[in-house]
C-alpha cells in the first residue's frame, strides 16, 4: 500500500438524528457533530466524531472496520446515514 493510500481521510459535518450517536468514550454524543474516517496504514478504517466547533474528538463504537469493496468515501457515507438516522449509531458493519 502507498502512503498516499494510508492517509485518505473524509471529514464532514453532520446533525445526529434522535439517539444520536454511540461512542467508546462518552456515550451517545448528539445534535451537530463533525465525523472524520480515516484509512489506517494496515487498511482499516478509524471512525471518531466530536461537537462541530470543539477541539476533543471521541471514537464511534464499532471500530476500526475494514474498508468496504466501495472504498473508503462509501463507507465514510454509510457512517454519515448511520449518524444521521440515529439511535445511537455506531461504525456500520
Not at 492517509?7 to 459535518?13: G, L, R
Not at 454511540?22 to 445534535?31: E, F, K, R
Not at 474498508?67 to 463507507?75: D, E, I, M, Q, T
Given at each position: 500500500?502507498?502512503?498516499e493510500a494510508s492517509?485518505?481521510?473524509?471529514?464532514?459535518?453532520v446533525t445526529a438524528g434522535p439517539g444520536g450517536?454511540?461512542?467508546?468514550?462518552?456515550?451517545?454524543?448528539?445534535?451537530d457533530l463533525t465525523v472524520a474516517t480515516a484509512r489506517r496504514p494496515d487498511g482499516l478504517a478509524d471512525v471518531r466524531v466530536q461537537y462541530?466547533?470543539?477541539?476533543?474528538?471521541y471514537t464511534l463504537t464499532g471500530g476500526p472496520r475494514a474498508?468496504?469493496?466501495?472504498?473508503?468515501?462509501?463507507?465514510h457515507d454509510a457512517v454519515l446515514a448511520a449518524v444521521r438516522a440515529g439511535g445511537a449509531a455506531?461504525?456500520?458493519r
Open positions: 500500500m502507498n502512503a492517509q485518505e481521510h473524509y471529514e464532514d459535518k450517536a454511540m461512542t467508546d468514550d462518552v456515550g451517545v454524543v448528539t445534535g462541530t466547533g470543539a477541539e476533543e474528538w474498508v468496504p469493496p466501495g472504498g473508503l468515501r462509501a463507507f455506531e461504525v456500520p
